[in-house]
């Protein structure tokens, strides 16, 4: 009788026991209700709807939806302007992350020192640009690179710098980098506080006893603060990356994409043709754009999948390094 | 014997003296050189708030002096009554207060239950919200204004509020998760004791210990709402009265273009609020960002 009994009250049991521990927890439940009902309704939704909506020819949220399949995303892929915009987004990724994050890097290895008694001052002061809504900052911008009397331009005039003045945002060679450049001095500040919060993880002792050893700053910046630096970088860099595909804001309020879509983002492309066309004679198409960004959406989770992988191997390769460090050590 | 121990002893305190006064240098030297940087950096702030206070004919003639030479305050009137900056001002105001709110007790309850309890599914709530962290905004704003207008709050303020909520805020939820993590058991036991039911022990003995990062979410929260300018944009569209600070700047750039004094008020008007909220509470928000590569 037991022995039947066993195997056949395991299962029993074990449903029952997961059924009870769901039926214990309904309180868990019912607390994590409105954070999934808001992130299942505006993050993930959005991400099947997308999808979903690239399907069909839809021009204008009051009209009709007329199912055409893949034809969206056959179009899509040999459309100049895409390509355009796609190749500026990463052009813009690129060129914006390196420099952003080796600049926050010098500044925040500078602001570490405890010796600086004004460092919280400089903090604040770099950090400002960050906290600022970007859009009106983007305006103020316009006006303060302008070619007509805009202060930089006056001031490197005066300084005899240029010849005449740099039309930073109207000249098509020049407006993506303006952008670049704006985005880095506004965003430089979260950078910055990654690198000190990683910074700060870095215990003292290790530099003093590379000072008793006699080591100069670049040793110990060498042999300490990159190594150590080294996990968080994998994380400051994927964050701050797909953060810099995010300059919607930006880029509408200094170019607006141009001239001549110049300067336009894949964000901007994507707002264009879904709904900045109401403004002018052309129809918007909203599964067009979904389907644009269908194609952005994976190929920036590409990025970011490639770059975590990548981590991963350098983690497995150096952990090798050492493992093989230590029992060659041992021997 | 003695001499020389003298003599140790006086050349240490030699070489700690040194040391001082070598690291006196540095801080001179680096805050010389940190000094100008700074403050470029902070220029387009101090040019906004010069040109605010100028006339037209000031900023354009008398090009890059910071100080105004006849200050006045015309500008910010006309830009908060003509080009209806006051309107903005309270929606923009509304709006962060609404979606405050929500986020709060949103975050709050799922980093409580996260933090605190080992339940089926844990695993799975947490992976999900780790993976959102990765989705570009500009990839879901079309079905975002779709749900928007199928739920019927198109051209509301509740639209915007409920779409900047919906966003999946992992941060604070690790934040709220860690923190009341690492409370003591002993906390809610006593209370269960007393008879405190599951909403008591949440609400009336917890939460209010989490003051620290409930300040933290609040002001994050706060200045991503005053600042967001894609989803007010697009959802108020239809409604140029619900617009915030930043579409209402947005919009009138075409109109105003040569008054760069009034826009400067403007946008002195739509700024400086945010710079003085972070300025008093900026040990949170710091806080906060650096929560995000900790955890």
Redesign the interface.
């Known amino acids: 009788m037991t022995t039947i009994q066993i195997p056949l009250a395991k299962p029993v049991q074990h449903s029952r026991s997961?059924r009870q521990?769901?039926a214990d927890?309904r309180?868990?439940?019912l607390?994590?209700l409105?954070?999934?009902i808001?992130?299942l309704?505006?993050?993930?939704?959005?991400?099947f709807?997308?999808f979903y909506?690239s399907l069909f020819q839809w021009s204008g949220?009051t009209s009709q939806p007329f199912y055409i399949g893949m034809q969206n995303f056959s179009e899509v892929i040999i459309d100049s302007q895409f390509y355009n915009a796609f190749r500026n987004s990463f052009i813009f990724m690129f060129c914006s992350v390196p420099i952003k994050l080796s600049l926050a890097l010098i500044i925040a290895i500078?602001l570490n020192?405890r010796?600086?008694?004004?460092a919280p001052?400089?903090?604040?002061?770099?950090?400002?640009?960050v906290?600022?809504?970007?859009?009106?900052?983007g305006?103020?911008?316009t006006?303060?690179m302008s070619p007509f009397?805009g202060?930089i331009n006056?001031?490197l005039l005066?300084l005899g710098l240029m010849g005449r003045p740099i039309d930073f945002f109207g000249d098509p060679k020049l407006a993506l980098y303006s952008v670049v450049g704006v985005e880095i001095?506004k965003w430089l500040g979260?950078p910055m506080?990654?690198w000190?919060?990683?910074l700060q993880t870095i215990p003292a002792s290790l530099y003093e006893a590379a000072e008793v050893d006699g080591a100069n700053w670049r040793h110990k910046f060498a042999y300490i603060t990159v190594p150590l630096l080294k996990p968080?970088a994998v994380?400051?860099v994927l964050?701050t990356a797909?953060g810099t595909?995010?300059v919607?804001?930006l880029a509408?309020?200094l170019t607006g994409g141009g001239p001549y879509f110049a300067s336009e983002v894949?964000?901007v492309y994507?707002?264009r043709t879904?709904?900045g066309a109401?403004n002018s004679m052309t129809l918007p198409r909203?599964g067009y754009?979904?389907a644009a960004?269908?194609y952005?959406?994976l190929s920036?989770?590409a990025v970011?999948t490639l770059q975590l992988v990548g981590a991963r191997w350098a983690q497995k390769e150096r952990a090798g390094i050492s493992a093989a460090e230590t029992t060659a050590g041992g021997e | 014997m003695m001499t020389v121990k003298a003599k140790g002893l006086s050349s240490e305190e030699h070489q700690r003296r040194l040391e001082i006064r070598a690291?006196?240098l540095?801080?001179i030297v680096?805050?010389i050189i940190?000094t100008p940087l700074?403050?470029i950096?902070?220029y387009?702030?101090l040019?906004?708030v010069s040109?605010a206070m100028k006339t037209n004919n000031e900023?354009?003639r008398a090009?890059?002096n910071l100080l105004p030479a006849e200050p006045t305050f015309e500008n910010f009137q006309r830009a908060w009554v003509q080009a209806n900056m006051s309107q903005y001002f309270l929606n923009t105001v509304a709006i962060a207060a609404g979606s405050v709110f929500?986020v709060v007790?949103?975050?709050s309850?799922?980093g409580?239950?996260?933090g605190r309890?080992r339940?089926?599914g844990r695993r799975i709530?947490i992976g999900?919200?780790v993976a959102?962290?990765?989705?570009?905004?500009?990839?879901?704003?079309?079905?975002?204004?779709?749900?928007i207008?199928n739920l019927g709050l198109d051209g509301t303020l509740f639209g915007v509020i409920?779409?900047q909520?919906?966003?999946?805020?992992v941060i604070f939820?690790l934040l709220f998760a860690g923190y009341f993590g690492q409370m003591p058991k002993e906390l809610e036991e006593a209370a269960i004791v007393d008879g405190a039911g599951?909403?008591r022990v949440?609400f009336q003995i917890l939460l209010p210990l989490a003051k620290p990062v409930i300040a933290t979410v609040v002001i994050m929260q706060l200045?991503a709402s005053?600042?967001d300018?894609?989803l007010p944009l697009?959802l108020t569209?239809p409604r140029p009265e619900l617009r915030t600070?930043?579409?209402g700047?947005?919009a009138f750039?075409g109109e105003y273009f040569t008054d760069?004094s009034g826009?400067?008020a403007a946008?002195t008007i739509?700024?400086i609020p945010?710079?003085l909220v972070?300025?008093t509470m900026?040990r949170y928000?710091?806080e906060g960002?650096?929560g995000?590569?900790?955890s």
Request: charged share 5%; net charge positive.
């Open positions: 997961l521990r769901i927890n309180w868990v439940y607390f994590m409105p954070s999934l808001l992130t309704m505006f993050t993930l939704y959005p991400i709807a997308s909506y949220f500078v020192d010796a600086l008694r004004l001052i400089f903090r604040t002061m770099f950090f400002v640009p906290v600022t809504t970007t859009a009106i900052v305006i103020v911008m006006f303060i009397n202060p006056m001031i005066d001095w979260i506080i990654y000190l919060a990683a968080f994380i400051i964050i797909v595909l995010n919607f804001a509408m309020t894949m964000e994507i707002y879904a709904f109401a909203i754009a979904c960004a269908v952005f959406g920036v989770m970011a | 690291t006196r540095r801080e680096t805050t940190l700074a403050l950096w902070v387009p702030f040019w906004m040109a900023i354009f090009g890059t929500i007790a949103t975050t309850m799922m409580y239950v996260l309890y339940f089926p709530v999900v919200f959102t962290v990765f989705l570009p905004k500009g990839y879901t704003i079309i079905p975002i204004f779709e749900l207008g409920l779409a909520s919906g966003g999946a805020h939820i599951f909403l949440f200045i005053w600042n300018f894609l697009v569209l600070l930043s579409v700047m947005f750039r760069w826009m400067a946008a739509a700024i945010i710079i972070f300025l900026q928000f710091i960002i650096a995000a590569v900790k």
